[in-house]
Nanobody, 126 residues
Framework: QVQLVESGGGLVQAVDSLRPSCGTS????????MAWFRQAPGKERELVAA????????YNGDSVKGRFTISRDNAKNTVYLPMNSPRPEGTGVYYC???????????????????WGQGTQITVSS
C-alpha cells in the first residue's frame, strides 16, 4: 500500500545536483524514522540514507557515505535527499520509507520500514 509520495527525480548529469523529496497527506511523519532506499535493475534494494524521528542522527549507506545528507522538515511533513554530483552507478529507483521507532529495530534494512512510496526514477549520465 503506497502511503508516501516521492518527487524530484529525473535525468541528470553527474555534474548536476537534485533534491528529491518525500511527503504524505495520509501519515504524520514527525514521530517516524525515515529513509531513502535505492534499487538498481537486477539488484536488491539498498539503503541510501536514514534519519531518526528526532532528526538528531542520520545514517548513510556504504555506497554514498559522506556524500548525501538526508534532512527532514517536520513542519512540512517532508523528507529530502539533497544529491550533489551524483554518480552514474547511483542510477535506479529511489524509494522513500517510514516507520515508528521500536527498541532494537535498526534503520538500515528495508524490513525495518512498513510505509513506502511508489518510487521515483533517477538516472545519472556521465
Amino acid at each position: 500500500q503506497v502511503q508516501l509520495v516521492e518527487s524530484g527525480g529525473g535525468l541528470v548529469q553527474a555534474v548536476d545536483s537534485l533534491r528529491p523529496s518525500c511527503g504524505t497527506s495520509v501519515l504524520t511523519l514527525i514521530y517516524q524514522n525515515m529513509a531513502w532506499f535505492r534499487q538498481a535493475p537486477g539488484k536488491e534494494r539498498e539503503l541510501v540514507a536514514a534519519i531518526r524521528y528526532t532528526g538528531s542522527t542520520t545514517y548513510n549507506g556504504d555506497s554514498v557515505k559522506g556524500r548525501f545528507t538526508i534532512s527532514r522538515d517536520n513542519a512540512k511533513n517532508t523528507v529530502y535527499l539533497p544529491m550533489n554530483s551524483p554518480r552514474p552507478e547511483g542510477t535506479g529507483v529511489y524509494y522513500c520509507a517510514s516507520e515508528f521507532p521500536t527498541n532494537g529495530r535498526s534503520l538500515s534494512r528495508p524490513t525495518d520500514y512498513g510505509h513506502w512510496g511508489q518510487g521515483t526514477q533517477i538516472t545519472v549520465s556521465s
